[in-house]
């Protein structure tokens, strides 16, 4: 993994999480086996929706649990590559292609819960198409552009919002209060919807400008 073409992340220089990376590097883990788990904690978020739609409230918090814990691993196989020293020649492949299944395992389970299975697939697809055309940047010769508004981080922070106040919505946890109108997790869908759509067109914009500004 370059240094130049890692997702700007103010967590990644806490102290935390350098401490967490050298514990993870001298358990023997390596970047590759942490991205791996990232997927099982992205299934086991998408297991979490699913069985949300019909199972005890709680499971909401689950799955919110579960996207920050993908979260998590997506920045420590970094950090153990570069920091640690622990990079491999697969590492590049190993970055990328499980943040697609985990967006993926998410986004379309999110759906499927609200009612929305639609919804899902749009969102997937255009979380796709943020990460290609990041991608297509980098394969032009520029540094890969992580802007907004609906990255990779910003996607799952609403996806979390979203979890944690569906138990809030009809069937209240909390007796005597319910949030009115749609189901928080299909508004967090429509939010991720319009906000990727928008953060490809940024990019390509971004991009078409570079382009004209380096003809070569």
């Known amino acids: 993994m370059s240094v130049e073409n890692r997702r700007p992340l103010k967590t990644r220089g806490a102290g935390w999480a350098k401490a967490v990376a050298r514990g993870l590097a001298a358990s023997g883990l390596t970047p590759n086996m942490i991205s791996v788990i990232g997927i099982g904690f992205a299934a086991l978020g998408a297991w979490a929706f699913s069985a949300a739609r019909f ?19 997506n920045m420590l196989d970094g950090l153990v590559a570069v920091e640690q020293g622990k990079g491999s020649a697969t590492g590049p492949l190993f970055n990328e292609a499980p943040d697609r299944i985990e967006d993926a395992l998410l986004l379309i389970a999110a759906g499927i819960a609200c009612g929305a299975p639609g919804h ?32 990779k981080q910003h996607r799952m922070f609403v996806l979390t919002l979203g979890a944690l106040l569906m138990p809030f919505h009809g069937n209240s946890i909390l007796e005597g209060f319910s949030l009115p109108g749609p189901a928080p997790l299909l508004i967090a869908l429509y939010v991720i919807i319009i906000g990727a759509a928008l953060t490809c067109c940024i990019r390509l914009w971004r991009i078409a400008q570079l382009l004209k500004a380096n003809p070569k």
């Open 55 to 73: 199972g005890p409230e709680w499971l909401w918090f689950v799955a919110a649990l579960f996207i920050q814990l993908r979260l998590l691993a």
């Open 120 to 151: 899902g697939y749009e969102a997937t697809i255009l979380a796709f198409g943020t990460a290609y055309i990041r991608a297509l940047g980098g394969s032009l010769g520029f540094e890969q552009d992580f802007v907004g508004p609906m990255a």
